[in-house]
């Protein structure tokens, strides 16, 4: 479990100055099992294993929270918007079901 | 001749004795699945509003393709047309099915820091059904908007 999953933010546009929008996209590799599908090898129903909690915060503070069910695709993408109030970084923080925990961040930096 | 009205009948016998055994079997399998928190659309809403009303609204633009060729991707993007202010502002999208199993996929707890009501993810859905997306406003009122999707080949297993 200490191993770290792969994961990604994206801000788009690449060029962006203080008070602008931007888009945030945050990707993770991550299985998504709902509990209900067969292993092909083994035969067995593998275990509902998902993503449940995303927090989303700028320099400590959370500026969107989620909660997340297992009907999200595998590999889950979640894109939101974010008002640039200037230099600073972004923080990912996320839970799955079986207690596993993982960050990542970003840092921002408006050009003016 | 023979041959092919032999093998026609045989055709039509497998046929009618085949589907009914195999079609129960599913029904059996389909009931037998269970995810870990399942929950219909209605338990879902209530959940969420707690009982208050829930409007049709213009202002949600929900996006989600017609027909869906892969029911395990299925890209689904709400845009919420509102201001987003210090004492008015979206305060919550929550992206809801109607035929899953679990009819919760994600709720979204926005603030006025984000500038704008949108959110964008892709889920997972069994079979031809409709998306919804109930948006909760700060002022406490619920609006929602809905979109059917044709699914070809379902995502849930």
């Known amino acids: 479990m200490a191993e770290a999953r792969k994961s990604m933010i994206k801000i788009k546009p690449k060029k962006y100055k203080t008070g602008d929008i931007v888009k945030v996209d945050f990707i993770v590799i991550h299985p998504m099992d709902t509990g209900l599908v067969k292993d092909k090898k083994t035969g067995k ?52 079901n079986t207690g596993e925990k993982n960050s990542k961040s970003k840092k921002l930096k408006p050009k003016d | 001749m023979k041959r092919r009205n032999f093998i026609k009948s045989m055709m039509a016998v497998s046929a009618v004795a085949v589907t009914p055994v195999a079609l129960m079997a599913k029904e059996e399998a389909k009931a ?89 993810t892709r889920i997972k859905l069994s079979s031809t059904q409709e998306v919804v997306a109930l948006v909760e406003l700060s002022n406490g009122t619920f609006i929602k908007a809905t979109k059917s999707v044709k699914v070809t080949i379902g995502g849930c297993g």
Request: aromatic letters at 8%; hydrophobic letters at 35%; glycine letters at 8%.
């Open chain 1, 45 to 96: 129903i593998k275990p509902a294993h998902y993503i449940d909690n995303i927090t989303f915060s700028f320099d400590g503070k959370p500026f969107t929270t989620m909660k997340v069910w297992e009907t999200v695709s595998t590999n889950p993408y979640f894109s939101v918007n974010f008002k640039v109030p200037g230099k600073g970084k972004i923080t990912v923080d996320y839970t799955d």
């Open chain 2, 32 to 120: 037998k699945k269970k995810g870990p928190n399942d929950m219909t659309v209605e338990a879902a809403i209530k959940a969420i509003t707690g009982g208050t009303d829930v409007k049709k609204s213009d202002i949600i633009k929900l996006t989600v393709p017609e027909i869906a060729e892969n029911g395990a991707v299925v890209p689904v993007k709400v845009q919420v047309d509102h201001p987003m202010e210090e004492s008015n502002y979206v305060k919550a999208i929550h992206v809801l099915n109607t035929k899953n199993g679990n009819a919760r996929c994600v709720d979204v707890m926005l603030t006025p820091a984000n500038g704008k009501g949108y959110f964008a």
